[in-house]
Structures are given as structure tokens and as C-alpha cells.
């Protein structure tokens, strides 16, 4: 099981952010650079890469009344899906946490929104809005690919490493 400290994951965020506002950051595949640059532990960057936009994602959904389904799926490489709560996975609920903050403070609001345009999770309202849709009563449900078949619960603990 990884392990990452909250300062540790507050400080990955950050330097994915600051890497966003770069020119050249474009796909998945340059967020995966960066953690891999910011010395990620190697178990956490694929689950990073899917989770840190989903989570600010969700936090836009929330915003609009809608509901969220804690199940979600993992598709590994070979195909195989496994389901799960993400509520109970502490990297999780991290991130979530972190993102919630982020957009209490209209100060980081800007920042915000950067991780959060990236998630599956805006892009489906975004096309239920301008398709003329309304969000009431809407359920979103996330599917994450890619994610290791043997991942396990990462372990988020307070303070510095």
C-alpha cells in the first residue's frame, strides 16, 4: 500500500497547477510526467493522475445539486473492472477535501478551476448544459481507467513527511 502525507499531496497539487499554466501541459499522459518529475511515489501517479481532476470535478457537480455516486469502476490494463466506494478510499477523500478548500477560497478559485475543467465530470455537465439539459435530478457515476489492477487504498496521514 502507498503512503503519502496530506502536505505531501497539497504540494503535488501545486506543482501539477503550476504546471498547467504552463504553454505546453496538454494531456494525461503530461500530468503523469509531472507527478513522475515531482517525485511521486510510483504507486501514486496513475491513481493521482485519474483522481486529482475527478475530485475538483466533483466538487463543480456538487455545486449544482448533483448527485454523486460514491461506486465507481476501475478499468485495468488487461480489461478486468473492479468496483468500489471511493468514500473509502483515503487518497480519496484527500483530494476531495483539498479541492473543497481550493474553491472555498475565491482567492484559489482560478486555481481551482484549472484541475477541475480537465475532469470527465465537468466535461458531462458542459454537454448536458449546452444540449439544453438541466442538472436537476441528474446522477453522475465515475469510471477510472487505467488504474493498476492491484491498487489498494493509498494511506493519507497528517503533517510532513
Same mark, same amino acid.
Given at each position: 500500500? =502507498?503512503? !503519502?502525507?496530506?502536505? %505531501? ?10 504546471? +498547467? #499554466?504552463?504553454?505546453? &501541459?496538454? @494531456?494525461?499522459?503530461? +500530468?503523469?510526467?509531472?507527478? *513522475?518529475?515531482? =517525485?511521486?511515489?510510483?504507486?501514486? !501517479? ?6 486529482? $481532476? ?16 460514491? %461506486?465507481?469502476? &476501475? ?23 483539498? @479541492?473543497?478548500?481550493? &474553491?472555498?477560497?475565491? *482567492? ?12 470527465? =465530470? ?11 439539459? #438541466? $442538472?436537476? /435530478?441528474?446522477?453522475? /457515476? /465515475? @469510471? ?12 493519507? *496521514?497528517? /503533517?510532513? =513527511?
Amino acid at each position: 500500500m =502507498a503512503s !503519502v502525507t496530506l502536505d %505531501e499531496l497539497q504540494r503535488l497539487v501545486q506543482v501539477v497547477l503550476a504546471d +498547467l #499554466k504552463g504553454p505546453e &501541459f496538454r @494531456a494525461d499522459a503530461d +500530468l503523469e510526467l509531472v507527478l *513522475t518529475r515531482a =517525485a511521486c511515489s510510483p504507486d501514486l !501517479v496513475r491513481p493521482l493522475t485519474n483522481y486529482m $481532476p475527478e475530485a475538483f470535478g466533483e466538487v463543480v457537480l456538487r455545486q449544482f445539486n448533483i448527485q454523486v455516486l460514491d %461506486e465507481c469502476e &476501475f478499468v485495468g490494463p488487461d480489461g478486468s473492472v473492479r468496483r468500489f466506494n471511493l468514500t473509502q478510499d483515503p487518497l480519496w477523500m484527500s483530494l476531495c477535501e483539498i @479541492a473543497s478548500e481550493m &474553491f472555498s477560497d475565491v *482567492t484559489r478559485r482560478a486555481d481551482f478551476s484549472l484541475l477541475a475543467r480537465r475532469s470527465a =465530470a465537468v466535461d458531462t455537465l458542459n454537454r448536458l448544459l449546452n444540449s439544453g439539459g #438541466k $442538472p436537476e /435530478g441528474t446522477v453522475y /457515476g /465515475g @469510471a477510472y481507467t487505467g488504474m493498476p489492477s492491484d491498487y489498494q487504498f493509498a494511506d493519507v *496521514t497528517s /503533517g510532513s =513527511a
